[in-house]
């Protein structure tokens, strides 16, 4: 196969979107061969490689043709799309449950804060321009945007801004530069991106069946499956026990006309306290499974 009708997925070469990214791809089956030059990733089965690259040059790369995918945060994404005309080249596929975090304002913790307009005439440091004037004039306010490309939190204390807006998880970087988080400009998680146009060769379907099993894992992740026995007459009892409200199977168990089998997909752990209450409403044999990967 020629090298470029292999596909190509830019991932970050290293950073809080790494790992997750790589665990990923591995339980979609993908292996891979890293390059000498620490650039590349070659896939061994399917016909995928990875360019590792700074997550701020994703969106761009597959602007250009460069990669046809890639896995960044929301935030870099819309950033990227607001700040140029080649932002309708790419589509967002899915999010992909990790990366969690948000892009919001914060104040000095003295400052007063009674919304939007509360920012005013202030100037605002951060290093999403794009996405804080968007955000600023869907509520008509006027204020000064001062793009940094890092340490934006301590902007305030150093007297080369009043407020910032950047990224927020935890809250304890806000909490140590004396800032308070007052409102919320973008919830982000890492998404899978995709060139909107894919070249008319093998590689749409190799997005096609990317696609199926990052589903399969993404939509199973954290389920458990669990097994159980129960009176027939129970059953409506033991399916109101249990959580996530799943649509269980039910099955006839042979020789045993009184007697059901139930096997449901729960959409998380399913603690000691969730069975013994399952038990309680009639069931026994209880399985808990985990479920690593689906195909509908
Ligand atoms: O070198 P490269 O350019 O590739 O990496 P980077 O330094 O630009 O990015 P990196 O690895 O820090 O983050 C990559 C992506 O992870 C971001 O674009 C977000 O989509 C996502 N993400 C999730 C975060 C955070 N959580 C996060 N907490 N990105 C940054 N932070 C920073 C934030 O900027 C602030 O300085 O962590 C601090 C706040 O964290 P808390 O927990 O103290 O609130
Ligand atoms: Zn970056």
Same mark, same amino acid.
């Given at each position: 196969m020629n090298p470029r009708e292999r596909l190509r997925i830019a991932v970050q070469k290293s950073g809080r979107l790494s790992e997750p990214a790589f665990d990923l791809l591995d339980r979609c089956g993908l292996r891979f061969r890293r390059s000498r030059d620490g650039l590349f990733c070659f896939g061994e089965g399917e016909p995928i490689d990875l360019l590792?690259?700074?997550?701020?040059?994703?969106?761009? *790369?597959?602007?250009?043709?460069?990669?046809?995918?890639?896995?960044?945060?929301?935030?870099?994404?819309?950033?990227?799309?607001?700040?140029?005309?080649?932002?309708?080249?790419?589509?967002?596929?899915?999010?992909?449950?990790?990366?969690?975090?948000?892009?919001?304002?914060?104040?000095?913790?003295?400052?007063?804060?009674?919304?939007?307009?509360?920012?005013?005439?202030?100037?605002?440091?951060?290093?999403?321009?794009? *996405?804080?004037?968007?955000?600023?004039?869907?509520?008509?306010?006027?204020?000064?945007?001062?793009?940094?490309?890092?340490?934006?939190?301590?902007?305030?204390?150093?007297?080369?801004?009043?407020?910032?807006?950047? *990224?927020?998880?935890?809250?304890?970087?806000?909490?140590?530069?004396?800032?308070?988080?007052?409102?919320?400009?973008?919830?982000?998680?890492?998404?899978?991106?995709?060139?909107?146009? *894919?070249?008319?060769?093998?590689?749409?379907?190799?997005?096609?069946?990317?696609l199926r099993r990052i589903e399969g894992v993404t939509r199973v992740r954290g389920s458990r499956l669990l097994l159980l026995q129960a009176a027939r007459d129970c059953v409506e009892a033991v399916i109101a026990a249990l959580p996530g409200s799943p649509r269980p199977t039910v099955l006839q168990m042979d020789g045993q006309p009184g007697q059901v089998m139930l096997q449901a997909l729960c959409p998380d752990e399913l603690g000691w306290r969730q069975l013994e209450e399952i038990q309680r409403a009639g069931a026994r044999e209880l399985f808990v499974l985990p479920v690593e990967r689906a195909l509908a």
């Open positions: 590792l690259v700074r997550d701020d040059d994703i969106p761009g *790369l597959i602007a250009q043709g460069v990669c046809e995918l890639g896995i960044v945060g929301r935030n870099v994404l819309d950033e990227f799309s607001r700040g140029t005309d080649a932002g309708p080249e790419l589509q967002a596929m899915r999010g992909l449950g990790f990366g969690h975090c948000r892009l919001a304002i914060a104040v000095p913790q003295e400052r007063a804060y009674d919304g939007p307009a509360s920012l005013a005439g202030l100037r605002l440091a951060t290093s999403y321009p794009n *996405l804080l004037r968007d955000w600023l004039r869907r509520h008509a306010v006027q204020a000064d945007v001062v793009t940094l490309a890092g340490s934006v939190e301590i902007a305030p204390r150093l007297g080369t801004a009043d407020a910032i807006c950047d *990224l927020v998880q935890s809250g304890a970087t806000l909490l140590a530069n004396q800032l308070r988080e007052v409102d919320r400009v973008l919830d982000s998680e890492a998404v899978l991106v995709r060139a909107a146009q *894919l070249p008319a060769d093998g590689r749409a379907d190799v997005v096609e069946l990317l």
